[in-house]
């Protein structure tokens, strides 16, 4: 009940602080809204006395997705992140926040790719992106490794380039102008995010198919502080006959469980001994928890997730790189803002689409280097 009101007084205040807009980013602040959302979400939060907020929600959905601690994060991440509509769905405990496609998002890829008959290249070795300027067509040079002879390379031409990687993380093949590079090397990653995918029996099951630890995520030490059985959560399965193996564990009948574990900390476990470390951590809770067979299918190991600083936040840079979009024919999306679900990177770009022009030739910028 408290958290309910604590909802209701966040709607408000955030609908009086931005009002209605369209897309995942809302419109630049004044100087006054600036000063009342100024600092960390917990700055924020504790501000406004909302508690709750930041340990049941901003903790639970989003610490716990990746997104970094409350004390550490801009609070204009939170804002963006959790708009009136994400508190109505909070509030109505029928409606799920946040589904997942039963077959994955490869599947929208793969349908996009068929429906308009996109030429993809996966897993290229791209090493060096060059942009003319003086031509109108053709002025995106994109060189990458020839698969059937490594030693040698290719280069296609492109008219125009959208970038979803992090910027900062390909400053070193990217021909980046001053601004470019004035802007993106102040993004920052300081935790790496893993997330192991295991296959197990049924077993003892809770209520709910996912679990979650929230005391570990303060510690950020590999220790697995959720884990969401996707197939079931997809299906909106729970209560008593998820508990009892009623439901089915995947379309193929079978009474397995693929359960995906998430594991954040500060070191790098592509590091040989650090992922040692980070897996002896998984095995542990497999063994405590389960105390069945199980086996790790597959693993994906990111520096996650990379954002700007809170002061460089405070004075607008999310907003600067919104009016950089069309710099040099190139989009900035994706890791290279920030994004908390597709649906989001979606509302973002279609917000680049309704807003498009090309950029100021001079961009003025006064942050400190």
């Not at 993004?187 to 077993?203: A, E, I, K």
Request: glycine share 8%.
């Amino acid at each position: 009940m408290e958290l309910g009101r604590e909802l209701v007084r966040y709607m408000k205040l955030h609908k009086r602080l931005f009002g209605d807009y369209d897309g995942f980013l809302m419109a630049r602040p004044n100087a006054r809204v600036r000063r009342a959302i100024r600092g960390t979400i917990s700055d924020f939060l504790r501000r406004n006395k909302m508690p709750l907020i930041e340990t049941a929600v901003i903790y639970g959905l989003y610490t716990g997705g990746g997104y970094g601690q409350p004390h550490k994060v801009s609070s204009i991440y939170g804002l963006m992140w959790i708009t009136p509509k994400v508190c109505r769905y909070l509030l109505d405990d029928t409606v799920p926040v946040f589904t997942f496609f039963d077959t994955g998002l490869i599947s929208l890829f793969e349908t996009l790719i068929r429906r308009f008959a996109i030429d993809v290249k996966l897993n290229v070795d791209i090493r060096r992106i060059r942009r003319d300027d003086s031509k109108s067509f053709g002025n995106i040079q994109i060189e990458f490794s020839n698969r059937n002879n490594p030693m040698s390379t290719m280069v296609k031409e492109y008219d125009f380039l959208i970038i979803s990687p992090a910027m900062r993380y390909l400053l070193d093949i990217i021909d980046v102008s001053p601004i470019e590079k004035k802007i993106f090397r102040r993004q920052l990653t300081d935790t790496f995010f893993m997330s192991t995918l295991v296959d197990s029996p049924f077993g003892v099951r809770s209520a709910y198919p996912f679990d979650v630890h929230r005391k570990r995520l303060i510690r950020y030490d590999f220790e697995p502080y959720v884990g969401i059985d996707v197939f079931s959560v997809s299906k909106n399965y729970s209560g008593e006959s998820y508990k009892l193996g009623l439901t089915p564990g995947g379309k193929d009948g079978r009474r397995i469980q693929s359960t995906v574990y998430y594991q954040v900390g500060r070191d790098d476990p592509r590091i040989q001994e650090v992922g040692r470390y980070a897996e002896e951590k998984l095995h542990k809770h497999l063994r405590e928890k389960h105390r069945i067979p199980y086996s790790l299918i597959a693993r994906f190991i990111t520096p996650y997730f990379t954002r700007f600083s809170v002061p460089d936040m405070d004075k607008g840079i999310i907003w600067d790189v919104f009016d950089l979009q069309g710099h040099r024919k190139t989009w900035y999306i994706g890791g290279s803002v920030t994004f908390d679900t597709a649906g989001a990177v979606i509302e973002y770009n279609e917000k680049i689409l309704r807003n498009y022009r090309l950029p100021p030739k001079r961009f003025e910028f006064d942050y400190t280097l």
